[in-house]
């Protein structure tokens, strides 16, 4: 594995770098700690396998309600906060909110009089889960596309799969595991900015406050229709449909991975978001075919559409929030709070469960309505232009490859001048050289004669002692002609 600021380098690197099974066992693993917030959630909140009694007594709305006004609060002051992650107390207070309600939990257990602390506890769990999503969050924003989608994809399989591993552990191991996950998460998540990203990737302090509310819209509409649609079969599934490690997520990061590694060079993800639509379309579709009591198949779809089309927003966050200097703050914490629509949807599907309206089940006509606001709404919202045009994303297509191995290069050319004392002039000379430019090419950029192009690469090949282009190049590790 890659040490130091080599691996810190590393973890932006072009596509075309990084797209290899291979490479996978190469990869900081460190940018897996995601993985461990998620099970903790999962395990702690959303379906404890072992009693909790004051998690149990509060419910999970009070700690979706303190989670997403904790990210408000964090995006309304994201321009004094951030870079979150440049502050140490974030990760202590995160690690030692979820460990310490965790641990007052199992406190309640033996001593039933704690039960008055339950809601200390939903705000602690609350406020830390709040506090560690942002900071992996601001993390997963330095990372380039590719780097991203492999990185938040696993951490959603890794998510399930730990998941179902600790749910087999007795008691004590179990509880011990779940105080640790929170405080490990932490821990990776300052290892990950600190020692694996380079400090020219990480944050600035000042941010541009821009948001794209019309991806907001749509997330919002499809939180509401995720728990309308689980409503019906939640209950008697409750492991296949959520937001969290359930089969449903489980497809969604399969899915997610599968594009990245083999399908992202033909289908771009400006196309991907529209994959969203169709799978929770058919998802409404069958829940009236299949029975609305019965229709597990059309309540996974939803949830698998919800989670992938949430994948795809939050990569399309971390795009923006990287090449627009928008801090992720403001753009994660007001997309957290959207978090308690879900409930809203839940509600809703509870108060339709019966009743008619002209012979119709009311059920069935809320249904249609979601169906067609699906189908409507993203594509008159999220459309190529608003994707393409307004914010430039092309991720992990051939534009954003480019654009990110050219940033990559200007880095490279930046450090090697620095390092073997090359004038400014030369500086300028070396990185159009390592784009695969002739001396005449270099020349008519530069505005300066041939002759004088050429003393400067006669100059800079003495500075670095290589004799040749290839040389330079491989120095660099770049292949111009891959690009043309």
């Known amino acids: 594995m890659t040490r130091g600021r080599e691996g810190a380098a590393s973890a932006d690197s072009s596509a075309s770098d990084f797209r290899a099974l291979g490479q996978l066992l190469d ?8 993985a461990l917030w998620r099970a903790w ?32 609060v964090a995006a309304l002051l994201s321009k004094r906060l951030s870079p979150l992650n440049g502050r140490p107390s974030p990760y202590f207070l995160a690690g030692a909110l979820m460990t310490g309600a965790t641990a007052a939990n199992v406190a309640a257990i033996f001593v039933p009089s704690l039960s008055a602390l339950a809601p200390l506890c939903a705000a602690a769990s609350g406020i830390g889960s709040a506090l560690l999503i942002l900071l992996w969050c601001e993390i997963y924003g330095c990372l380039s596309p590719v780097r991203t989608a492999v990185y938040y994809a696993l951490a959603l399989i890794m998510g399930v799969f730990l998941t179902f591993v600790l749910e087999g552990f007795k008691g004590p191991w ?25 400090p020219q990737d990480r944050p600035a302090s000042s941010y541009r406050t821009l948001v794209p509310w019309k991806f907001i819209a749509v997330v919002a509409l499809y939180e509401v229709v995720s728990g309308l649609s689980a ?28 594009w990245v590694f ?25 829940l009236p075919l299949l029975g609305l009591s019965n229709g597990v198949a059309g309540a996974l779809c939803v949830s698998m559409g919800t989670t992938l089309f949430s994948c795809v927003v939050f990569l399309f966050l971390c795009d923006i929030s990287k090449r627009l200097g928008i801090a992720a703050l403001c753009l994660f914490g007001i997309e957290e709070t959207l978090i308690p629509l879900k409930w809203g949807g839940t509600v809703l599907g509870a108060a339709l469960q019966s009743g008619d309206v ?5 059920q069935g006509i809320a249904l249609l309505m979601a169906l067609a606001l699906v189908i409507g709404l993203p594509l008159l919202l999220v459309n190529d232009r608003e994707v393409g045009t307004r914010w430039g994303i092309t991720l992990l297509g051939k534009a954003q490859c480019d654009a990110a191995s050219e940033r990559r ?28 430019k002739s001396l005449s090419q270099v020349a008519s950029s530069l505005f300066i004669a041939e002759g004088t192009a050429k003393a400067h690469t006669r100059h800079i090949y003495e500075k670095l002692g290589i004799n040749t282009r290839q040389e330079l190049f491989d120095m660099l590790k770049v292949n111009p002609k891959e690009r043309s």
């Open 27 to 34: 990869m900081p693993l460190s940018f897996l700690g995601f």
């Open 41 to 72: 959630v999962s395990l702690a909140v959303a379906g404890p396998a072992y009693p909790l009694p004051l998690m149990q007594q509060t419910g999970q709305l009070a700690y979706d309600m303190v989670l997403a006004v904790t990210c408000l």
């Open 174 to 198: 179990f509880y011990g595991a779940l105080a640790a996950l929170p405080i490990m998460s932490a821990g990776l998540a300052y290892r990950s900015y600190h020692r694996r990203l380079a």
């Open 231 to 258: 409503t019906y079969i939640k209950d008697s599934y409750g492991n296949l449909v959520g937001p969290h490690s359930t089969a449903a997520t489980l497809l969604a990061g399969i899915a997610l991975f599968v």
């Open 262 to 286: 083999w399908l992202s060079d033909r289908f771009p993800l400006s196309m991907l978001y529209r994959a969203p639509v169709v799978i929770v379309a058919c998802g409404l579709v069958a």
């Open 358 to 362: 002209l012979g119709v089940p009311t």
């Open 409 to 436: 290069e200007e880095a490279l050319c930046e450090q090697l001048a620095a390092e073997n004392g090359l004038t400014p002039r030369e500086t300028e000379v070396i990185a159009l050289l390592a784009q695969g």
